[in-house]
């Protein structure tokens, strides 16, 4: 407990990794509740209107709220917190509306010079719909605070999905890789001979091969997808972790406690993983927060070649592939904010991943 109250000590007195914790656990809450606290709180935040396509951050639209033909299916509350709710009704940009006993008339946006008259049936807007309630039922200000994408789409609720993305690859990637790297290390260097040999040389054939083309070769047998990308990353990743732990492991098994349950006649398994593993866990929560932020990178390099996250999902990768041809234009921010978070995001994790490996610093402790 003490040395538990020692490591706090110290990586509560590195303030760039106290903050950077802050950060990520505020990015965290975000994520959770990241569709009630998007403006486009329909799956995957896909409300497109090509008419608004690159527009600049902090632009107000008037839109029309015409109900569809046919409406989509009811989801609970809780679905729609954590799965968004589709919306019943378009929206339809306008810039001006006339307002008639039986119908409106209205000057649709098309882009920042163009309009085109239109003219709709209040039975056609939606159920109770008249001329005197239909300013105030059928007709919303949306403000875009990032601007939109090429297709139209909400930056900023694309970018807090976005982050949902990253931190579930992350977190699932690590939880395979260190699962896998803490056995396999484990077994490495507990009973040594010929299964450290054997574990040896897997560790070596799969640090040989580069880690995209292993991750595209993966994705390829698993097919693309959300949770493909996961195992993929994950399966990859454990390597790192296998080295480090056979290593503690090597040395922790000539320690005079585990010499004495060996003694006793405890099992094998015990010894590993209720005597040794629990003594390995500074470094593995290490090694953690180093894949996490390399999930993060690896995630974002696939959806950027198109074999990683898929349309429409939004992935920070796949919005730089969307829109990094507009680095060039006067739009560049429409790269730059994903790249940006990207780079925030491993950023933190590496300052954590530091941090933390100063605090469980033996020669310190």
């Known amino acids: 407990m003490q040395n538990n109250n020692r490591i706090w000590q110290r990586f509560k007195n590195n303030k760039p990794a106290l903050f950077a914790s802050i950060c990520l656990s505020i990015v965290v809450i975000i994520t959770i509740f990241a569709y009630p606290l998007s403006p486009d709180n329909t799956p995957d935040a ?26 989509p299916l009811p989801v609970s509350r809780v679905s729609a917190i954590f799965f968004g709710k589709p919306s019943p009704a378009e929206y339809i940009p306008i810039r001006n509306i006339q307002i008639y006993p039986n119908s409106i008339s209205i000057d649709r946006y098309l882009d920042e010079k163009s309009t085109i008259k239109e003219s709709y049936q209040y039975a056609t807007i939606g159920k109770n719909i008249n001329s005197t309630n239909i300013q105030e039922l059928a007709i919303k200000n949306v403000t875009y605070y990032l601007g939109t994408d090429r297709n ?16 579930s690859v992350g977190f699932i990637a690590v939880l395979l890789s260190i699962s896998i790297g803490l056995l396999f290390g484990a077994l490495a260097g507990y009973y040594g001979g010929r299964v450290d040999a054997i574990i040896q040389w897997l560790i070596s054939v799969v640090w040989a091969i580069p880690t995209l083309l292993l991750v595209f070769a993966i ?4 097919g693309k997808g959300f949770w493909q990308i996961f195992i993929a990353v994950g399966l990859t990743m454990w390597v790192g972790t296998a080295r480090l732990i056979r290593g503690q492991i090597l040395s922790l098994k000539k320690m005079e406690y585990i010499q004495a349950a060996q003694s006793l006649g405890y099992s094998s398994g015990r ?13 593995t929560i290490v090694m953690a927060a180093s894949n996490f932020a390399a999930a993060i990178l690896i995630e974002a390099g696939l959806s950027f070649l198109g074999v990683g996250i898929q349309p429409p999902t939004p992935s920070w990768g796949l919005m730089i592939k969307e ?10 921010l429409l790269a730059i904010l994903p790249g940006l978070a990207i780079m925030i995001m491993v950023l933190c994790f590496n300052i954590i991943g530091n941090a933390l490996r100063d605090a469980f610093d033996p020669k310190d402790i």
Do not use: C, W
């Open 152 to 167: 139209g789409r909400d930056m900023l609720s694309r970018l807090i999905l976005g982050a949902r993305v990253s931190l």
């Open 271 to 283: 010894i590993i993983f209720k005597h040794l593993l629990p003594n390995v866990i500074g470094p």
């Open 323 to 332: 829109n990094y041809n507009y680095l060039i234009t006067n739009k560049p």
């Open 46 to 71: 896909n409300r497109s209107n090509f008419e608004l396509a690159t527009l600049p951050a902090g632009t107000t639209i008037k839109v029309l709220l015409k109900q569809k033909a046919i409406p």
């Open 219 to 222: 994705t390829f047998a698993l």
